[in-house]
């Protein structure tokens, strides 16, 4: 099915231009590296560039939602409690985005 012009930019901005909640996501259920992370994305539909992951993951990491561990030669990223509170916080948007658009 071909999808039009409108629903193309919907779905741009319910994944790329908002990644931070999928990274969020992926972090809620146990800690990843980059590399793994950006894999995991693609379970959901999309594979946003690897310098788009790591901006995102500095940019979560500076405002505390995300920290970071260095095991080895990887670094592992978890999410701390800021961050799943930031998470819950989006996802019942979310749905109260949903439920006016049911209503």
């Known amino acids: 099915m ?8 919907l779905w741009r901005n319910l994944t ?4 931070w909640i999928w990274i969020l996501k992926l972090l809620s259920k146990r800690p990843m590296h980059a590399y793994v992370l950006r894999n995991e994305l693609s379970s959901f539909g999309f594979s946003p560039s690897r310098i788009t992951c790591y901006k995102v993951l500095y940019l979560l990491q500076f405002r505390g939602y995300v920290k970071s561990r260095k095991l080895g030669r990887r670094r592992y990223y978890y ?3 800021k961050g799943r509170e930031e ?4 996802i019942k948007l979310i749905k109260e985005v949903e439920e006016k658009l049911k209503s």
């Open 16 to 19: 790329t231009e908002t990644l």
């Open 2 to 9: 071909e999808r039009s012009r409108e629903i193309l930019r």
């Open 87 to 90: 998470l819950r916080k989006a």
């Open 79 to 81: 999410l701390t409690k």
